[in-house]
């Protein structure tokens, strides 16, 4: 794995943190390449995975500028292949990805924020597609996923302004679901990880990945699809012992 990212467990919940503090965790190609390799090396472990940046003032402030300044029309796409391969990776992760944003999340940073499935954002966190600034547009997912998450009107703003949100307004358009006092985004993210971690897991994957399929289809294949992994799931253990353990009015003692 990248001496750029760490991967840390706790029991059966995930961190990885993008550790490139001087750069303001910037995302290079090491460090992408990190990010993949740690995904898949906690892939078939973790119940839930924290995503977060090292220290305090950035979560990722965005891609790598001095590497994609001198940028052909050819190595962009690799770069914009990479990008994509990543964020991708994040958005199907198999267990809920909870993203500690505990500063700036500029660009390819805020693209990494939109693939989690739960955003926590510190007060001092500014969040922004701010690659038109650039004389470019988002590459790596941000013009589909901020959308679908803010809606178009905030979405085409954000895009065309290069706006930087504060994380009030990001937790009001909807971008982030929870603002909490600077320094305590990982602390909280972490929190619900556990949380979630404490679920049955075969049914919170099955649960993310029916979520998943808003974004993938029709209305009809998604409710196709939420049938088949709602009956799937009887006779499942984490089925019988969550229905048992409710008419017996006791807790849950899931595998």
Same mark, same amino acid.
């Given at each position: 794995m990248s001496d750029t990212v760490r991967l840390d467990w706790d029991g059966d919940v995930a961190t990885l943190t993008v550790d490139r503090p001087d750069a303001m965790n910037a995302l290079n190609v090491e460090t992408l390449e990190g990010i993949?390799? %740690?995904?898949?090396?906690? %892939?078939?472990?973790?119940?839930?995975?924290?995503?977060?940046?090292?220290? #305090?003032?950035?979560?990722?402030a965005g891609a790598d500028i001095a590497h994609m300044q001198d940028l052909d029309t050819e190595a962009a796409q690799a770069y914009a292949e990479l990008g994509h391969d990543v964020m991708d990776a994040v958005e199907a992760f198999p267990a809920p990805v909870v993203a500690a944003v505990n500063g700036y999340a500029f660009g390819g940073g805020c693209e990494l924020a939109l693939a989690a499935d739960?955003?926590?954002?510190a007060e001092n966190a500014l969040v922004g597609q701010t690659e038109i600034t650039l004389g470019i547009v988002p590459g790596w997912g941000g013009t589909q996923r901020l959308s679908r998450?803010?809606?178009?009107?905030? %979405?085409?703003?954000?895009?065309?302004?290069?706006?930087?949100?504060g994380a009030e307004k990001a937790q009001d358009i909807g971008l982030v679901g929870e603002v909490v006092p600077e320094g305590e985004?990982?602390?909280? %993210?972490?929190?619900?990880?556990? #949380?979630?971690?404490?679920?049955?897991?075969f049914a919170m994957r099955t649960a993310k990945e029916a979520l998943n399929r808003v974004? #993938?289809?029709d209305?009809?294949?998604g409710l196709a699809f939420?049938?088949?992994?709602?009956?799937?799931?009887?006779?499942?253990p984490d089925q019988r012992e969550g229905m048992q353990a409710f008419l017996e009015k006791r807790d849950a003692e899931f595998q």
């Amino acid at each position: 794995m990248s001496d750029t990212v760490r991967l840390d467990w706790d029991g059966d919940v995930a961190t990885l943190t993008v550790d490139r503090p001087d750069a303001m965790n910037a995302l290079n190609v090491e460090t992408l390449e990190g990010i993949g390799d %740690a995904l898949a090396e906690a %892939a078939d472990r973790a119940r839930a995975l924290v995503l977060t940046g090292a220290g #305090e003032k950035a979560f990722v402030a965005g891609a790598d500028i001095a590497h994609m300044q001198d940028l052909d029309t050819e190595a962009a796409q690799a770069y914009a292949e990479l990008g994509h391969d990543v964020m991708d990776a994040v958005e199907a992760f198999p267990a809920p990805v909870v993203a500690a944003v505990n500063g700036y999340a500029f660009g390819g940073g805020c693209e990494l924020a939109l693939a989690a499935d739960i955003r926590v954002a510190a007060e001092n966190a500014l969040v922004g597609q701010t690659e038109i600034t650039l004389g470019i547009v988002p590459g790596w997912g941000g013009t589909q996923r901020l959308s679908r998450i803010v809606g178009d009107e905030h %979405a085409r703003r954000m895009v065309f302004l290069g706006e930087r949100v504060g994380a009030e307004k990001a937790q009001d358009i909807g971008l982030v679901g929870e603002v909490v006092p600077e320094g305590e985004a990982l602390a909280r %993210a972490t929190e619900l990880a556990e #949380e979630i971690a404490a679920m049955p897991a075969f049914a919170m994957r099955t649960a993310k990945e029916a979520l998943n399929r808003v974004h #993938e289809g029709d209305l009809d294949s998604g409710l196709a699809f939420e049938r088949r992994a709602w009956s799937g799931l009887f006779g499942t253990p984490d089925q019988r012992e969550g229905m048992q353990a409710f008419l017996e009015k006791r807790d849950a003692e899931f595998q």
